[in-house]
């Protein structure tokens, strides 16, 4: 019976330990991540503002080939959205072009629907640099006591900046194949 109580005391005190470690955690995030392409701005800035472009090198779109895909408002630029519904590996959720400045950046409503609600900001920023474009990718938002908790447990810049990563160099890979065509 004493055990019990000790061992039921031991998870008591583990579970207010945790909740004060997350509580402590930033109210805020950003992830980001940048690569330098050999292409003009004016190349970069069109894989970005157009949603339909995205097929090409996000990073979550292979995830779930058979994913749903709707666009509304115009073809590209400020007020065009891409909403999505796929398998548990990419959920479902809606972007939307709050801000697009030919060819210096692109300002992006993100909305998560499921696996969890949350809504965040993902900028993009095209800047001359030697031989190209550096193209900044960053993600923010507020941080809910889940995404705190999911904080401690992993490391969500580690996790989403490998998938900028990944979707920076397949970007990379595409306009520079474009830039260096024979026109």
Known sequence: MKVLKYVGLGLLAAVLLFVIVVTTRPSRFR????????????AVYAQVADFHAWQGWSPWDRLDPSVKRTYGGPASGTGASYAWSGNEDVGEGKMTITDAQQPSNVAIRLEFIEPFEATNTTTFTFVPAPGGTRVTWVMEGENTFIGKAFGVLMDMDKMVGADFEKGLGAMKQIVESKSAAPS
Do not use: C, H, L, Q
């Open 31 to 42: 992830v980001e991540r940048s690569a330098t392409m050999a292409a003009p701005a004016e």
